[in-house]
């Protein structure tokens, strides 16, 4: 089985709570994760093996091994045993591990009946660096998610456009989405269009005949799916007029590509939005490693009305960071004076512009940095 670097933030929840949530979109790996960790598996979405549940109940309830219950937002009903169980005994810590494919915000009974009594944890589509025999530029083409071709196999782009039909046919509505699933579509080849720049749902709604307020409401499902990450702005308190919508982004390349037609690796370069896909799978790169560590951040970006910007802004510690990515292996030095006036708008105290370079140049405030580069970095930080 191919190492997560999650595994030991698994592990350190389990040790500090009664049960944990695993949470992230189908087919991030999440199962496989899981029963390495215990061989008790129950899959929640099939019939049968909710009856096997129900008969094992007792039983498990008194082992010591640790019990997984795959796709546990099928069944609600097994939340209110779940808290019986954890409250008969407070002070056992790793007996259940939930996993999900929708976040928390969707998972009402979690937060109505296990508050307090789980931790929380998210897993991505493999990482750029979980796949150092991977070239960055094939991870980023394809995509994290481990049958999608990442791993070998002409499996991309099909994979991602059955993936994203599935989800739109069967598993959004499921989950409580209204929208019927050619409106579901549209909307997803709408967002990708849209990847990386100033969300605008009145344009978008008008496009779909709907108003901006069921456009917003249909793309808080599409984050709680882990389909978009939504980048809030970061409103420091200046003179200068800011933007203030966020901006949106398809959190995986691979499915990002798919909608947009892609369908094979020489034509990437050469798209219009091209600089857009490669900011968009930088930043969540970057978020998502942090998370992975154990330090998630919270991502936002900043810009003002005459043009400084700065892509990534986020707390670490004690540090406020600036990153700005260039599409570029020889940045030139008004990219970098630029996004250091923009960083100077808001006192950022680290400073990275990310370019496709072979050499990370960094004085411990600011430089330039591949993106592993950058993660390495990062991981100085956190050490």
């Keep these: 089985m191919l190492a997560r670097v999650i595994t030991a933030l698994v592990k350190e929840r389990l040790s500090d709570y009664p049960a944990v949530g695993l949470v992230g979109p189908r087919q991030s790996g999440k199962t496989t994760l899981a029963r390495a960790l215990s061989p008790?598996?129950?899959?929640?979405?099939?019939?049968?093996?909710?009856?096997?549940?129900?008969?094992?109940?007792?039983?498990?309830?008194?082992?010591?091994?640790?019990?997984?219950?795959?796709?546990?937002?099928?069944?609600?009903?097994?939340f209110p045993r779940l808290r019986g169980a954890i409250d008969a005994d407070r002070k056992r810590a790793g007996r259940f591990l939930l996993l999900g494919s929708v976040s928390p915000a969707l998972m009402h009974q979690v937060s109505e009946s296990l508050a307090g009594r789980l931790g929380l944890v998210e897993l991505a589509p493999l990482l750029a660096a979980e796949l150092p025999r991977v070239p960055l530029a094939e991870r980023w083409l394809r995509g994290g998610f481990p049958e999608g071709g990442v791993m070998g196999g002409g499996r991309f782009p099909q994979w991602q456009s059955d993936y994203l039909t599935l989800l739109a046919q069967r598993d959004l509505p499921v989950w409580g989405l209204p929208a019927k699933p050619a409106v579901t579509?549209?909307?997803?080849?709408?967002?990708?269009?849209?990847?990386?720049?100033?969300?605008?749902?009145?344009?978008?709604?008008?496009?779909?005949?709907?108003?901006?307020?069921?456009?917003?409401?249909?793309?808080?499902?599409?984050?709680?799916?882990?389909?978009?990450?939504?980048?809030?702005?970061?409103?420091?308190?200046?003179?200068?007029?800011?933007?203030?919508?966020?901006?949106?982004?398809?959190r995986d390349s691979g499915l990002l590509h798919a909608l947009l037609g892609l369908r094979e690796a020489g034509e990437l370069l050469h798209q219009p939005w091209v600089g857009a896909s490669w900011e968009g799978f930088v930043i969540g790169q970057v978020?998502?490693?942090?998370?992975?560590?154990?330090?998630?951040?919270?991502?936002?970006?900043?810009?003002?009305?005459?043009?400084?910007?700065?892509?990534?802004?986020?707390?670490?510690?004690?540090?406020l960071w600036a990153i700005e990515v260039k599409l570029t292996s020889s940045p030139a030095q008004a990219d970098y004076a630029r996004f250091n006036a923009a960083a100077d708008l808001f006192d950022a105290d680290r400073r990275v512009l990310v370019a496709q370079v072979n050499e990370t140049i960094f004085n411990g405030k600011s430089g330039i940095a591949s993106l592993p580069g950058l993660l390495e970095l990062l991981d100085k930080e956190i050490a």
């Design 40 to 78: 008790v598996y129950f899959d929640l979405e099939q019939p049968g093996e909710r009856l096997r549940l129900d008969v094992q109940w007792e039983a498990l309830m008194v082992q010591r091994k640790l019990v997984v219950l795959d796709e546990a937002q099928a069944w609600p009903e097994v």
């Design 287 to 319: 978020v998502e490693w942090l998370a992975a560590r154990g330090r998630p951040v919270a991502p936002h970006f900043f810009r003002t009305t005459d043009g400084y910007e700065v892509d990534l802004v986020f707390k670490l510690g004690r540090h």
């Design 185 to 250: 579509d549209r909307l997803l080849r709408m967002t990708a269009a849209v990847h990386g720049q100033i969300w605008n749902a009145s344009q978008v709604g008008q496009s779909l005949g709907l108003s901006y307020h069921t456009v917003n409401s249909y793309l808080d499902f599409l984050e709680g799916a882990f389909l978009l990450r939504r980048l809030p702005p970061w409103l420091p308190n200046l003179k200068k007029r800011l933007i203030r919508s966020p901006r949106v982004y398809w």
